[in-house]
């Protein structure tokens, strides 16, 4: 029997990550976050000296990219070129600048086969020992793995989403944090959705709106989809 494969999608601040990593660690599941590939690869292309705007030239670092991601929900590092860039990937300038990445039609092929290749050896091998895998972006359910065995779409109001990463980044929401975090949530996946669909969900995935749950709660609803889903 293969592995379980659990596809979360959703916009920004919708609780992918942290949400896709309780549910991992409940499961035993490795853990694959495919912004953190987009952040990456954004990281590599500028310190290279290429310009996000040079469509070509930015796929062909994409291609070269010397990316390791480790898989452990619990400690989910990522390097380039074996340099711990976890922290790096997360700073505004790379938030900014993500979406010429993420538009980037050839860099989406090749970070996809390098995603659809993480998920295929997890569900066989891998860290987890076959056991399987929670992958989470905004394209998992419908581009990258429309046969996972669940499939959820993760969403919350944009003021909650708004909430959370300016308390996340500032540390507070009050009016300022939130105007200064309007760009990383709203402006950025509004130019992100030109390629990707990920507000919507598609045919056989199921929504989890997070707006008025905790952290905790959240895990506990997509964890209550698993099972519904895929009982095993
Ligand atoms: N259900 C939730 N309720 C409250 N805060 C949450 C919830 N889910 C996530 N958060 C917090 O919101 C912030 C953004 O979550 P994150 O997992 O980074 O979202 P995404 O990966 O979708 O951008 C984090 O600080 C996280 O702890
Ligand atoms: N599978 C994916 C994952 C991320 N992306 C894009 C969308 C975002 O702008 C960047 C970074 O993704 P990340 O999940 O880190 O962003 P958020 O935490 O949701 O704000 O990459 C994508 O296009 N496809």
Known sequence: MSGLVVAIDGPSGSGKSSVARG???????????????????TLWCLTQGTPLTDRHAVAEQVRALPLEIDLDPAAPAVRVAGEDVSVAIRATEISSAVSAVATNLEARAELGRRQRTVIEDESTGGWSGGRGVVAEGRDITTAIAPDADVRVLLTASEAARLSRRAKELHGSDDEAAVAATRDQVVRRDADDATVVEFQVAADGVVTVDSSDLNLEQTVAAVLDVVAQVAPR
């Open 23 to 41: 549910v991992a660690v409940a499961l035993g599941l490795a853990y694959l976050d495919t912004g953190a590939m987009y952040r990456a690869a």
